[in-house]
Each structure stands twice: as structure tokens, then as C-alpha cells.
């Protein structure tokens, strides 16, 4: 009821809108209206109430909540049922539950802080309150094991694609999985498998960004290294607006991707959106460090380096670019 009157007011700005129409069109009594109304304004919601005239939609706040999301969702399956909490430790590991009890791809977890949000090798993910997306969508690809990896390449592209769109900025892809503007960290993606006897069940798609933050708000250890949109833009961003975009550009490179079956049909989206092709990199891989200049990345999804000893594939690393 409460998010029917919030689309009532959202489709009327510029008129007030009565407590007796909205008793007639949803009803209910006029309490109950009331009470409706006070929730929304303790979201945040501006709703100016007149005596006599009804009431109208002054602004809204800047929330990543189920209504906030659906208002204009140009998707099919990404994000058309939403979890949203407003503290989790992770939301990885709540979607990663779902998916076990059975919820359906696409399925998105979205919280408005995390407080133990996790990057790759067990690294913490700084998630702190109302700035941030932190988000995980549920997929269960039809696809080998091996290529659940290539996943995270996909996420990669429509992320900086989508955040390139919100900030009219270029946004470049670190391989595998970060999103950089001028070489600073803006995004993240942590990608998880879970698997039976030999075949996916699920992958958790996790996506960090920053969104609001200021230089000042991010702990001294990655003040050097981490940006947010609004720095790059210079205003604050609708958290809403971005999700949006996102899950419109991955369901659309998804559903290529898994048709497809191979990542050779999203490679050269790729190529335009990296910042590590053509760059000298170091890779720390299982097998040690491999340096030289990243040259190109393959059908797999790994990365090409020219070394001294010739072309070496990195399929698994972190890599530091210079
Ligand atoms: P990563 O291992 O590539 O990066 C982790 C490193 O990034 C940290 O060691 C730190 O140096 C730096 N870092 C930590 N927080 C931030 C931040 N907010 N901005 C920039 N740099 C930072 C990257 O792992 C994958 C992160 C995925 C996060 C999402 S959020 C939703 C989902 N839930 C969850 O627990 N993780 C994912």
C-alpha cells in the first residue's frame, strides 16, 4: 500500500493529491493513509500535506530500496525482486542463502551498508552507510565451471559501460575485476561459485561502488588508491539511477554472454572499456610473478602478457599496473 500511494504521488508532482481520492482509489481509511504518509517522510520522501488539498511529492531521497530501484527498471530479470537491508555483513553471503532456499536468477540483494563487506582473497571491502551500492545478484548460467570466471569479465564491462553513461567520464576496466577512474578504484567485483557434483547451482555476482563519498570519508589506507562517482562528476549521484543502469547493461551482455556460451562475443566490448591492455603489468600468479606489457586478453577470459621469455596466460591473479 505504502509504495501504491508513493507511485500515486510520484505520477502527480505537480498537484496535491487529496486524502479522500487516495481513500477511494486504495480502499483504505484515512489513518491508515496517515500512517503511510509518516513512514515515507521518516524514509525521507518529502511530502509537503495541506489541509483541504491533499498532498504532494517534494522530493525524493537518495535510497537504494526495492520502490526506489523498480521505478523505471528497464530489465526482465535482473533486479525484478529486490532484498533490500539496511545493515548486512555481507551482501554476498545473503544472497548466496537465497540462492541455496532457491530463489530465481536475477534475484538482487542490495544494502545500504555492509559491515563486513569482502573483496577477493578474503580482503575487506570498506562499505560504509548510504554512500555506497552494495549489491549481489543471484545467476544460475548454464554453464562448464570453468568459465564462471569469464562472469566477472561480463559484470566488468557493463559496470564501467554503465558508469562511464552516469558520468559522462571514461571508466576503465584493471583486469579482472576492478573499475578505475584515472587509475583510482571506484568499484569492485567479487564473483562466487557455488556448485554439486561438478556443475554451477549459482554464482553470487557481489558489485561495491562509491557513489557519494568524499576524499575524507574513506579510511586513510585507501585514501590514496580509492574514488567515488561524485568525485569524478563533482554533485552527488542517485544510488537508484546507477543500479538501474547497471542491471540494464548486464542483463543484456549476460543474456549474450550465456547464449553465446563464450566470451569471445563480449571480448572486444571488453577491449574498449581496459585500461590494462598496451599497460607494463605484474602479476602475482599461483605459479609466481609474471611481468611485461599486457598485449591482449583471450577467448577465455586470461590475460595475455609479452615477457622476456615470451607470451605468458594469466588466468588468476592480482595484477599491479604501472
Ligand atoms: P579486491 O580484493 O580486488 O579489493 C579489495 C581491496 O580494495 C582492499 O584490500 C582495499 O585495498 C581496497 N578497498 C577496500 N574497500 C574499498 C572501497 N570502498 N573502494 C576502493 N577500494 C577499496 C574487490 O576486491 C571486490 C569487492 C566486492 C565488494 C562487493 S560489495 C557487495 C558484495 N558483498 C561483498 O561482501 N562484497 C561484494
Known amino acids: 500500500m505504502k509504495e501504491q500511494i508513493l507511485k500515486l504521488l510520484r505520477?502527480?508532482?505537480?498537484?496535491?493529491?487529496?486524502?479522500?481520492?487516495?481513500?477511494?482509489?486504495?480502499?483504505?481509511?484515512?489513518?491508515?493513509?496517515?500512517?503511510h504518509i509518516k513512514d515515507l517522510q521518516e524514509e525521507g520522501y518529502q511530502i509537503d500535506a495541506v489541509r483541504n488539498k491533499g498532498y504532494r511529492l517534494v522530493s525524493i531521497p537518495d535510497l537504494v530500496t526495492a520502490a526506489e530501484i523498480l521505478e523505471g527498471l528497464q530489465?526482465?530479470?535482473?533486479g525484478q525482486h529486490i532484498v533490500h537491508l539496511k545493515v548486512v555483513d555481507s551482501t554476498n553471503v545473503v544472497a548466496a542463502k537465497l540462492a541455496d532456499e532457491g530463489e530465481p536468477e536475477g534475484t538482487l540483494v542490495i544494502s545500504?551498508?555492509?559491515?563486513?563487506?569482502?573483496?577477493?582473497?578474503?580482503?575487506?571491502?570498506?562499505?560504509?552507510p548510504g554512500t555506497g551500492i552494495w549489491m549481489s545478484l543471484v545467476?544460475?548460467?548454464?554453464?562448464?565451471?570453468?568459465?564462471?570466471?569469464?562472469?566477472?569479465?561480463?559484470a566488468a564491462v557493463a559496470v564501467s559501460q554503465a558508469l562511464t553513461e552516469v558520468t559522462g567520464s571514461q571508466a576503465g576496466i584493471?583486469?579482472?575485476?576492478?573499475?578505475?577512474?584515472?587509475?583510482?578504484?571506484?568499484c569492485g567485483i567479487l564473483t562466487e561459485?557455488?556448485?554439486?557434483?561438478?556443475?554451477?547451482?549459482?554464482?553470487?555476482?557481489?558489485?561495491?561502488?562509491?557513489?557519494?563519498?568524499?576524499?575524507?570519508?574513506?579510511?586513510e589506507e585507501i585514501q590514496g588508491i580509492a574514488t567515488s562517482l561524485r568525485e569524478i562528476t563533482g554533485h552527488p549521484i542517485p544510488r537508484a539511477s546507477?543500479?538501474?543502469?547497471?542491471?540494464?547493461?548486464?542483463?543484456t551482455l549476460y543474456d549474450q554472454y550465456v547464449e553465446n556460451g563464450s566470451f569471445a562475443c563480449i571480448r572486444d566490448q571488453w577491449k574498449k572499456q581496459s585500461i590494462t591492455l598496451g599497460r607494463h603489468v605484474s602479476a602475482a600468479t599461483s605459479r609466481g610473478i609474471i611481468t611485461g606489457v599486457a598485449v591482449d586478453i583471450d577467448e577465455m577470459g586470461a590475460l595475455v602478457v609479452e615477457t622476456e621469455q615470451g607470451q605468458q596466460k594469466v588466468?588468476?591473479?592480482?595484477i599491479q599496473v604501472s
Open 11 to 35: 505520477a502527480n508532482p505537480d498537484n496535491y493529491i487529496s486524502g479522500e481520492e487516495i481513500c477511494r482509489r486504495f480502499d483504505v481509511s484515512r489513518t491508515a493513509i496517515w500512517k
Open 75 to 78: 530489465t526482465k530479470r535482473m
Open 112 to 128: 545500504d551498508q555492509q559491515t563486513g563487506g569482502k573483496g577477493r582473497r578474503g580482503r575487506p571491502w570498506f562499505s560504509p
Open 139 to 154: 545467476l544460475r548460467p548454464q554453464l562448464p565451471m570453468a568459465h564462471a570466471p569469464q562472469l566477472t569479465l561480463v
Open 174 to 186: 584493471k583486469w579482472p575485476n576492478d573499475i578505475l577512474f584515472d587509475d583510482r578504484k571506484c
Open 193 to 219: 561459485m557455488n556448485m554439486e557434483s561438478e556443475e554451477i547451482t549459482s554464482v553470487i555476482l557481489g558489485i561495491g561502488i562509491n557513489v557519494n563519498q568524499v576524499r575524507s570519508d574513506f579510511p
Open 242 to 251: 546507477v543500479v538501474q543502469r547497471i542491471l540494464e547493461k548486464f542483463e
Open 315 to 318: 588466468y588468476s591473479a592480482d
